[in-house]
T-cell receptor, first 113, second 108 residues
Framework: DGGITQSPKYLFRKEGQNVTLSCEQNLNHDAMYWYRQDPGQGLRLIYYSQIVNDFQKGDIAEGYSVSREKKESFPLTVTSAQKNPTAFYLC????????????FGQGTRLTVV | KNEVEQSPQNLTAQEGEFITINCSYSVGISALHWLQQHPGGGIVSLFMLSSGKKKHGRLIATINIQEKHSSLHITASHPRDSAVYICAVLYNTDKLIFGTGTRLQVFP
């Protein structure tokens, strides 16, 4: 079945360390997105990519980095420069041409300890 | 400025009540999604709409393209429906914009 897989579901990181969150999709979607959610707030866009080897900053890109070497994969690295990394991270994919009802990952909850 | 507006922000109901959550957007879109997020954080896609109406069990989603408005209805609400419901809009630029969500609590 097609879908998006995020891993891991829960992640703990020591302060000052970089950590990479995985997002893989087999829906043949061109566009992929990373969002961050904080308690009581809506989802905010970190980075997005509309095509392989290209990506754009979203509203809160500082302290994060991404790559899009393959259409299926859009990993997000939370760097030590991100001052408040503890949050829920959601990956999504989409395509204007496709009609799909399930293109959101299940999320990764990152906690800095 | 948030290009997707949801109302209400919070909603409480007694079991069995009919629930309506609203979503308005500002410009033309290619699709609109209704999502459900439970306290554990996982997000489930309920519906994707580009026109008309869809129904799945006790859930009904409608969209009015001319009025730039969508509604999510829950019939015969149940405590297990308690969650945050999020409207997300896919604009023609392939950029998703999310509403801030509606927190629903259904009491027995």
């Amino acid at each position: 079945d097609g879908g998006i897989t995020q891993s891991p579901k829960y992640l703990f990181r020591k302060e000052g360390q970089n950590v990479t969150l995985s997002c893989e999709q087999n829906l043949n979607h061109d566009a992929m997105y990373w969002y961050r959610q904080d308690p009581g707030q809506g989802l905010r866009l970190i980075y997005y990519s509309q095509i392989v080897n290209d990506f754009q900053k979203g509203d809160i890109a500082e302290g994060y980095s991404v790559s899009r070497e393959k259409k299926e994969s859009f990993p997000l690295t939370v760097t030590s420069a991100q001052k408040n990394p503890t949050a829920f991270y959601l990956c999504a994919s989409g395509s204007e041409q496709l009609n799909t009802e399930a293109f959101f990952g299940q999320g990764t909850r990152l906690t800095v300890v | 400025k948030n290009e997707v507006e949801q109302s209400p922000q919070n909603l409480t109901a007694q079991e069995g009540e009919f629930i309506t959550i609203n979503c308005s957007y500002s410009v033309g879109i290619s699709a609109l999604h209704w999502l459900q997020q439970h306290p554990g954080g996982g997000i489930v896609s309920l519906f994707m709409l580009s026109s008309g109406k869809k129904k799945h069990g006790r859930l009904i989603a409608t969209i009015n393209i001319q009025e730039k408005h969508s509604s999510l209805h829950i019939t015969a609400s149940h405590p297990r429906d308690s969650a945050v419901y999020i409207c997300a809009v896919l604009y023609n630029t392939d950029k998703l914009i999310f509403g801030t969500g509606t927190r629903l609590q259904v009491f027995p």
